[in-house]
């Protein structure tokens, strides 16, 4: 069984930077694509970055170039940087682990990221 804990979310002024780490634990974790989506009051869960095992990673537009992503296959971490934060970027951030051939589909409890102006 997948357990995703994120940590790292909190208040920060418009302009400056917060790093969120996901802590992931379970036998499917080293062929996962891992994640982070978030979703703010009244939207829709959306995708802000993801990384595959080999490397690649993927961006949301309104984040490239101010978010990068990195993981950690020693520790099974994923941390998300995230810089020049705007207040749009206000949400709570979830860490999801995908490894479709187990079929394994999981989410943390999520973190909540607050921007202020």
């Known amino acids: 069984q997948v357990q995703l804990v994120e940590s790292g979310g909190g208040l920060v002024q418009a302009g400056g930077s917060l790093r969120l780490s996901c802590a992931a634990s379970g036998s499917s974790v080293g062929i996962a694509i891992m994640g982070w989506y978030r979703q703010a009051p009244g939207k829709e869960r959306e995708l802000v970055a993801r990384?595959?095992?080999?490397?690649?990673?993927t961006f949301a537009d309104s984040v490239k170039g101010r978010f990068t992503i990195a993981r950690d296959y020693a520790k099974n971490t994923v941390d998300l940087q995230m810089n020049r934060l705007k207040p749009e970027d206000t949400a709570t951030y979830y860490c999801?682990?995908?490894?479709?051939?187990?079929?394994?589909?999981?989410w943390g409890k999520g973190t909540l990221v607050t921007v202020s102006s």
């Open positions: 999801n682990l995908n490894a479709p051939s187990l079929g394994v589909n999981a």
């Open positions: 990384i595959h095992t080999g490397g690649t990673s």
